[in-house]
């Protein structure tokens, strides 16, 4: 299954969904005022609109994703590799170490990565 599309404004809502979740829809909109500075209105429809596209369920007035964030970031990343290096992701590395030197706690880390993929 592919992971649905998530906006930028839909993104800051869900991150709030996934540090509270279960969490109810009333307290939803109270977290969505005070963070996001949204209208009770505006909650309830991006509740109904992420519903809808499968982001997220919302029962007996409880909401809880459908979709984590985890998987979120990666289909975002892969698009954006997609869609700027032609799908290459060593050009996207390359690009991206040009303008930040790595430590050697990520170079190290990176290549746990690249051994557990040849495993």
Not at 31 to 52: A, D, F, H, N, Q
Not at 92 to 112: D, G, H, P, V
Request: hydrophobic content about 35%; charged content about 35%; proline content about 3%.
């Amino acid at each position: 299954m592919e992971t649905p599309k998530i906006f930028e404004s839909e993104y800051k809502f869900c991150e709030i969904l996934w540090d509270h979740e279960p969490v109810s829809s009333s307290e939803l909109v109270r977290l969505c005022r005070e963070k996001l500075e949204w209208k009770k209105s505006t909650t309830y429809t991006v509740i109904r609109r992420l519903g809808e596209r499968g982001v997220l369920k919302s029962e007996n007035a409880i909401v809880t994703s459908l979709v984590s964030k985890a998987e979120v970031l990666s289909a975002e990343s892969a698009e954006m590799v997609e869609k700027s290096f032609s799908g290459s992701l060593p050009d996207f590395i390359a690009a991206f170490t040009r303008k930040k030197k790595l430590s050697e706690q990520e170079i190290n880390e990176i290549q746990r990565m690249i051994d557990s993929f040849r495993e």
